[in-house]
């Protein structure tokens, strides 16, 4: 009877951890509701605010996530606003195959859990210019980071032009520094898309997506001026897509400045 209750507790326990990992901190379930919603507010004009969502059609927690970015989409005209949508892997065993998902982004979001010390990885998930994190569905924290980043001052500078060249794209680059250990990241952007749900989680449901990253290049950085070449994504077109570059910190994670690419 003893062992049979050690079992019991082993599992709950074990429960509670693999739905920790996955979902969602517990701490922030309480403080998203709590939290009076504030604006987007910025003084500096010099300032820049990389938002990347971490998001998975195999997630139920997932859409408000993704309609939150949707609507900082459309609230952040004329800021220095970069949204990326990452859709991870690791939800595609539980039942749905998510159409934009890559391991890729998975290694990314990884990579995040070394940088900001992190123990356990989740969706959905906001960061922050590189350097801050927290759950995806909380629209508070959402505008007061952003707001933080955007009134931050940066001396880093970073120019980006594009052009077609057959199935590849030119980009060309100019910096104000160079940085120790940084990358130039660029990041290949399909504007929206829809997808039907048929099964997993979100089942019947359709969801919306927008800023969804389709592939993620990065170069180390050696000369303040050059030439890069990348892939295009299948179906590419200068309508449809957009090509956002930033300067990151391959220690830390940090961002040093973020541009879209013009001329394409």
């Not at 982004?105 to 995040?112: H, N």
């Amino acid at each position: 009877m003893k062992n049979s209750i050690l079992i019991f507790f082993a599992i709950t326990l074990s429960s509670l951890f693999f739905l920790d990992c996955f979902m969602f901190p517990e701490s922030e379930i309480a403080g998203s509701f709590k939290t009076k919603k504030n604006k987007i507010e910025t003084i500096n004009k010099n300032g820049f605010a990389v938002v990347e969502l971490f998001t998975s059609e195999g997630c139920s927690s997932c859409p408000p996530a993704d309609e939150l970015l949707v609507k900082l989409q459309r609230e952040s005209a004329e800021k220095n606003i970069y949204l990326l949508a990452y859709h991870v892997d690791y939800w595609d065993r539980l039942g749905w195959k998510d159409q934009f998902s890559s391991n890729e982004f998975t290694k990314r979001q990884q990579k995040y859990l070394d940088w900001l010390n992190l123990y356990v990885m989740y969706t959905p998930q906001f960061i922050i210019n590189g350097t801050t994190e927290f759950a995806g569905y909380n629209e508070s924290a959402l505008n007061e980071k952003v707001s933080a980043a955007l009134n931050a001052k940066t001396t880093a500078n970073l120019d980006l032009t594009a052009k077609t060249n057959k199935d590849s794209l030119e980009i060309n680059y100019t910096i104000n520094l160079l940085q120790k250990d940084a990358n130039l990241v660029l990041a290949t952007i399909q504007k929206q898309a829809t997808s039907k749900i048929f099964r997993g989680e979100n089942q019947g449901a359709t969801l919306r997506h927008v800023q969804i990253v389709k592939q993620l290049n990065s170069f180390q950085l050696t000369q303040k001026e050059g030439n890069i070449m990348i892939v295009q994504p299948d179906n590419f077109n200068s309508k449809d897509f957009e090509i956002i570059g930033f300067i990151q910190n391959t220690s830390t994670g940090k961002i040093y400045i973020a541009k879209n690419a013009e001329n394409f």
